[in-house]
């Protein structure tokens, strides 16, 4: 029975206050987990580590810091992911060796970046930006994780730039709408996303 998840996130900008907004929105994003973990007695955390790199890192010291608990590694894919294992994705494009002892179900992505799961619930997103929202700026992919990185970004800017909210800006936005998200919208339309959910909730229920 694992006592303890640790998930390390790419993400959240350096300073510490931007951090904690983004850790709080994952949180909240998570909530049915964190439910499942409080009936559980398992202790939960979320550690915002900035650049993927520093992801990868602090996912690495965990192994040895804290050999006890089910340490996840979550990052953006930063590209289509073309082969079963996300391991093997991180291999191919960031050259990065999966350490010994972890296994497929402590490496998760954000396909094909953390956008992808912003934009798979539009009604939350017109809500949240209200006049001026642009929605036919953003495509209607119902699999969310086909639609290239260099398009996501750019195209939620144009979706809400005439908005009283002002242009998506990540640091100033991502946190808030996290916390907005129907998690049942984007699971569906991610299935990297449902492979977390999944995950964690097997990893908490066995």
Not at 45 to 56: D, E, L, M, P, V
Not at 65 to 70: E, W
Not at 71 to 96: C, G, I, M, T, Y
Request: charge should be positive.
């Amino acid at each position: 029975m694992v006592k303890e998840v640790r998930i390390y996130v790419e993400g959240g900008g350096d300073g510490k206050n931007q951090k904690a907004l983004i850790r709080q929105g994952f949180n909240q994003f998570f909530r049915p987990l964190v439910e499942l973990a409080r009936s559980k007695k398992v202790k939960w955390s979320i550690i915002i580590c900035g650049t993927r790199n520093n992801a990868f890192r602090d996912f690495k010291n965990a192994l040895q810091d804290h050999p006890d608990a089910f340490n996840v590694l979550l990052v953006d894919a930063e590209a289509s992911v073309k082969v079963e294992s996300p391991w093997q994705h991180l291999k191919f494009r960031d050259n990065w060796d999966k350490p010994s002892g972890v296994d497929n179900s402590q490496c998760h992505l954000m396909v094909q970046a953390m956008e992808a799961w912003l934009i798979a619930d539009m009604e939350m997103l017109k809500k949240f930006y209200g006049k001026g929202f642009k929605e036919n700026a953003i495509s209607t992919n119902s699999n969310v994780e086909t639609i290239a990185k260099d398009s996501l970004e750019p195209s939620l800017k144009d979706a809400t730039r005439n908005t009283t909210k002002g242009e998506y800006q990540k640091i100033k936005h991502a946190s808030k709408l996290l916390e907005l998200l129907d998690v049942s919208k984007v699971r569906q339309a991610s299935p990297y996303c449902d492979r977390l959910f999944m995950t964690l909730q097997e990893i908490m229920e066995p």
